[in-house]
């Protein structure tokens, strides 16, 4: 099994995404208590447009730590989804 750190490494050079999932959750299966590995695989969510899972797993790695960095990774979701332009709601 790879290590964290080179699952990051290989998503971050340009793994097929699904891969990249896949691994992420292998390696979560293995490491329940990783906040990190939690995060990561959000990331990976939320890159792939799934954003539920992504707020799911940013919760779970909360819950493991609360001083994660999935921490500000929820607040970063929670005011991109917040967000809407006056602009573009007057008649």
Do not use: C, F
Request: net charge negative; charged share 30%; aromatic share 8%.
């Amino acid at each position: 099994m790879q290590t964290l750190e080179e699952i990051k490494e290989a998503i971050r050079v340009g793994l097929d995404s699904d891969e990249g999932l896949r691994l992420l959750t292998e390696y979560i299966e293995a490491h329940p208590d990783n906040d990190e590995a939690l995060t990561t695989r959000g990331m990976q969510y939320w890159s792939m447009g799934d954003r539920a899972k992504a707020i799911n797993d940013y919760l779970a790695a909360i819950r493991l730590n609360p001083d994660s960095k999935a921490k500000m990774a929820l607040k970063a979701t929670n005011q991109i989804l917040d967000y809407y332009n006056k602009d573009l709601y007057n008649p």
